[in-house]
């Protein structure tokens, strides 16, 4: 059973930095595009960025282009989201997940606990 693991959250001022990692058991993503979605109190599940399979590409939120960095080590089934210059409109719970265009899988279930970021003003 795949499980996916968030941690790399915490409450941090605006301006700071965090870094989010997303470990993968039970199965690889390896052959997948991998996504970082958040999801803020009371909205609805976000895309965040999203990183290839192999690693070249990548894409992102307009707010968040320049500040985040996605990127992955297949070698170690781990994702990583590098966040930079925080903003409070970047508080919320990130998830990751495999993905497909700016969107999770469509049948992907086996969603994380997340990891909460708090970013105070």
């Known amino acids: 059973q795949v499980q996916l693991v968030e941690s790399g959250g915490g409450l941090v001022q605006a301006g700071g930095s965090l870094r989010l990692s997303c470990a993968a058991s039970g199965r690889t993503f390896n052959n997948a595009a991998m996504g970082w979605f958040r999801q803020a109190p009371g909205k609805e599940r976000d895309f965040v960025a999203i990183i290839s399979a192999s690693g070249t590409a990548t894409d992102y939120k307009a707010s968040v282009k320049g500040r985040f960095t996605i990127s992955r080590d297949n070698a170690k089934n781990t994702v990583f989201l590098q966040m930079n210059s925080l903003m409070p409109e970047d508080t919320a719970i990130y998830y990751c997940?495999?993905?497909?265009?700016?969107?999770?899988?469509?049948?992907?279930?086996?969603w994380g606990q997340g990891t909460q970021v708090t970013v105070s003003s």
């Open positions: 997940a495999p993905a497909n265009g700016r969107d999770p899988l469509p049948r992907f279930a086996s």
